[in-house]
């Protein structure tokens, strides 16, 4: 098993144990991502754990963002912030909402929910990212 499968295979486990924590939904939304995930964050983009806000990273935006749990999962397994954050999930006064949250989240670019809303979100920074001559990918 590959690096990409192995990466997908431990995200898929800690989603559900997140959502099954919590009795929260989605569990549908995070296992259909997974792979997806797993392939960028191991193999496309071009990212720093150890500098989530560096200027030239590559942006993802999770326009679906009651996909949360599994966007939290791999940003974990990268190490963008300690594996046992995974624990307080949907938790009261946990950095790690329902939906994707950028605050205090490192690695999680915006904070989103409303289904479509990321496109445009998207659009503006890589439109920003190409007249500043940038070379980030969005």
């Given at each position: 098993?590959?690096?990409?499968?192995?990466?997908?295979?431990?995200?898929?486990?800690?989603?559900?144990?997140?959502?099954?924590?919590?009795?929260?939904?989605?569990?549908?939304?995070?296992?259909?991502?997974?792979?997806?995930?797993?392939?960028?964050?191991?193999?496309?983009?071009?990212?720093?754990?150890?500098?989530?806000?560096?200027?030239?990273?590559?942006?993802?935006?999770?326009?679906?963002?009651?996909?949360?749990?599994?966007?939290?999962?791999v940003l974990a397994e990268c190490g963008f912030f300690p594996k046992e954050w995974l624990d307080t999930y949907y938790q009261d006064g946990s950095a790690l909402a329902g939906h994707a949250t950028s605050h205090g989240v490192p690695g999680v670019e915006v904070s989103t929910g409303s289904l479509g809303h990321g496109l445009p979100i998207g659009c503006g920074m890589a439109l920003a990212g190409k007249r500043e001559n940038k070379p980030y990918r969005v």
């Open positions: 098993m590959n690096g990409v499968s192995l990466l997908a295979r431990r995200i898929r486990a800690h989603a559900l144990m997140m959502v099954n924590k919590t009795n929260a939904s989605h569990i549908g939304t995070c296992l259909s991502m997974a792979d997806l995930l797993a392939a960028l964050y191991r193999k496309t983009l071009r990212v720093d754990p150890a500098r989530p806000n560096w200027a030239e990273r590559d942006r993802f935006i999770l326009s679906k963002g009651h996909g949360a749990a599994i966007l939290y999962a």
